[in-house]
């Protein structure tokens, strides 16, 4: 097994790049599918959402509501801290599962685990994995995105960029770094290739 983190700011366009990624042939685990799992209703993980956060974060059919959640923690450093401590440890018993179950299903497969928060997970968060790809577009560029597309207000999508890793500390564990300041054929371009990349040192490593 070749196992590859995908990470990138929000807006950056890390999903596409999954999403090509898979189609090129990789399995694609994704911590954002991993982190709704680990606070579905009647998990463990939303009790205690709930007990730090109170009832105003749950919807009345009894789920996260993540907007109301955001609200609080993307405008509050301390509050941030208090939600990851509750979700990460749940995220990452998660994955090592999904990634164990992929190895065993195909020994040979180039597991691409998607990522948002790598480089917020601590020091040697990104040496478990044989290259580390960053997906990265400037800061106005993403800020433009999350407000036309998202429907963001521009101090709500410059908070939510500001709640996460900078550019910089993302460069700074990242192998490949894929520019995604150009059009869609140009990135998706770019993935082509570094899948031919990715498949020789999958190749030479087994």
Same mark, same amino acid.
């Given at each position: 097994?070749?196992?590859?983190?995908?990470?990138?700011?929000?807006?950056?366009?890390?999903?596409?790049?999954?999403?090509?990624?898979?189609?090129?042939?990789?399995?694609?685990?994704?911590?954002?599918?991993?982190?709704?799992?680990?606070?579905?209703?009647?998990?463990?993980?939303?009790?205690?959402?709930?007990?730090?956060?109170?009832?105003?974060?749950?919807?009345?059919?009894?789920?996260?509501?993540?907007?109301?959640?955001?609200?609080?923690?993307?405008?509050?450093?301390?509050?941030?801290?208090?939600?990851?401590?509750?979700?990460?440890?749940?995220?990452?018993?998660?994955?090592?599962?999904?990634?164990?179950?992929?190895?065993?299903?195909?020994?040979?497969?180039?597991?691409?685990?998607?990522?948002?928060?790598?480089?917020?997970?601590?020091?040697?968060?990104?040496?478990?994995?044989?290259?580390?790809?960053?997906?990265?577009?400037?800061?106005?560029?993403?800020?433009?995105?999350?407000?036309?597309?998202?429907?963001? !207000?521009?101090?709500?999508?410059?908070?939510?960029?500001?709640?996460?890793?900078?550019?910089?500390?993302?460069?700074?564990?990242?192998?490949?770094?894929?520019?995604?300041?150009?059009?869609?054929?140009?990135?998706?371009?770019?993935?082509?290739?570094?899948?031919?990349?990715?498949?020789?040192?999958?190749?030479? !490593?087994?």
């Amino acid at each position: 097994m070749y196992l590859l983190a995908l990470t990138g700011g929000i807006a950056s366009g890390k999903s596409l790049v999954a999403d090509r990624l898979r189609s090129l042939g990789a399995v694609h685990i994704d911590a954002d599918l991993l982190a709704r799992e680990v606070v579905a209703p009647g998990s463990e993980g939303l009790a205690e959402i709930v007990a730090a956060f109170g009832d105003s974060v749950v919807t009345p059919g009894g789920e996260l509501d993540r907007a109301a959640l955001g609200s609080i923690v993307f405008s509050d450093p301390e509050s941030l801290a208090r939600l990851n401590r509750i979700t990460h440890p749940r995220v990452r018993e998660l994955t090592a599962r999904r990634i164990a179950d992929a190895a065993a299903a195909d020994p040979e497969a180039v597991v691409v685990y998607d990522v948002p928060l790598l480089a917020e997970s601590g020091a040697g968060a990104s040496e478990a994995y044989d290259l580390v790809v960053v997906v990265a577009a400037e800061r106005a560029l993403r800020l433009r995105r999350m407000v036309e597309r998202r429907g963001m !207000s521009e101090a709500e999508a410059a908070a939510r960029i500001d709640a996460q890793a900078s550019d910089a500390e993302r460069a700074a564990i990242a192998d490949v770094v894929i520019d995604n300041n150009g059009t869609v054929e140009e990135l998706l371009a770019r993935v082509d290739a570094l899948w031919v990349e990715i498949a020789a040192r999958a190749a030479a !490593s087994s």
